[in-house]
């Protein structure tokens, strides 16, 4: 089916009380981007023509799709007269004949997964699947193969609580039965809602023609709760290591890493143990060894970790960052940074080696301020470079320096030491040995 032909609405406008949390459901995150933004992203590799119904703090929810979406419409219940899924969509009018429903709490599915959905011509085709455990779904009651109710689980009897056939929250339906059935529904029920579900049982009695389809929970699961949510994102993770690891990138106890969804890997990469590499970052021809963090940074053949913390907006590139260094917003082009730094707004050029313990002293309390130095530098362990800085080509700094100059001329050895003394037995008087 063509995308010009089928519109997408996805319910959004739901609080998660739940998720017991002041932020809205649908914004909580999986692999680093809201909820809702993995449905969108779906939804408009099949369809033109999508709508997002919003209400519970429905300006932030819309704020957050427009900076990753700029082709989908929002429409708004009016939650307070119309709650509940069947209520979300009151005040919609698809464009086409066919619509599709999804709720907005089902961050695993994908454009694959929705075609069922398209191939099929049916009234209505709802989603189904068989639980082990149902708890928190709508049950399905079928008879003799055919959809009889979905039954919420707080409107169920004990018969129909034993039911592991439940509402998967996704159905395709055309245009006609929307209009016809959204404003027939009541909230007589336990939660006072007007229930999309209800909507079965109505178009049963009325002889349309109903088709159960069968989905996987990995692709289909709701989140309505923190546990549900970290069970999602297991699976989503699942799926970016698969994707990269497929692409060549070797990860060593996969089980073990974190990946967003923004990351991108080119060339040979290899991933360590216990590795989180999140937002946009990209890594190419490089190794991140076991226990690194690197946010929202460009690595480019080097060498990071055990343990290094890349902060946002780092490009580092021929370079080899060891164990417990921090970089943030940094540009470090051919630098050895071995042992126990942090590197913060600085420019570190080609052949500098930056000892263990080099501290860039970055912000005064007020502002922050840049180091740049140049190539071939050679900064001794135990420094601390007081920004704004700049250390020009060849200089040598010595061990446990503080430099405090604005800037250092090429050529020399900047140095900064109190005189060594010596006092004789002064041990041996202190500690009342000997
Ligand atoms: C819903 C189904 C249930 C199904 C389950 C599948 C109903 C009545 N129940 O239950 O049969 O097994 O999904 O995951 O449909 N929403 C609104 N406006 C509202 C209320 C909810 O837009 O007034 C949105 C929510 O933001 C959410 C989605 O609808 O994205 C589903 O709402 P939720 O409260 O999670 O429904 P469930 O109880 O999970
Ligand atoms: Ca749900």
Redesign the pocket.
Known sequence: MKKENISII???????S?MQSSK???LHTISGKPM?YHIIKESRKISDDVTV????QKEAVREAMQNYFTDIHFAI?D?QK???????LKNVSPKNEKVLVL????PLITAESLQGFLEIDADIIMSIFDLHDPN?????IIKEGHVEY?V??KDANDAELNTTT????VYAFSKDIICKYIPRLSNDNA?K??????VISMAKEDGMSIIPLLVDEEH?????SKKDLAVAEEIMQDRIRTKWMNAGVTMQLPSTIYIEDGVVFEGECIVENGCRITGESKIINSHIKAGSVIEESVIKNSDCGPMAHVRPLCYIEDSHIGNFVEVKKSILKGVKAGHLSYLGDAEIDEGTNIGAGTITCNYDGIKKYKTYIGKNVFIGSDSQLIAPLTIKDDVMVAAGTTVTSQEIKSGNLVLSRTKIRFVKDFYYKFFKKK
């Open positions: 996805i319910l959004a406008a739901g609080k998660g739940r809205a459901k649908v809702l119904v919003v209400a519970h219940q939650a119309f709650p509940g899924t069947g209520g979300a709720n907005g709490d089902m928190g779904y709508g049950r399905v979905i919420e689980q439940v509402n998967a929250g939660q809602e007007y229930y999309l579900t209800d289909f699961k709701g989140v309505n």
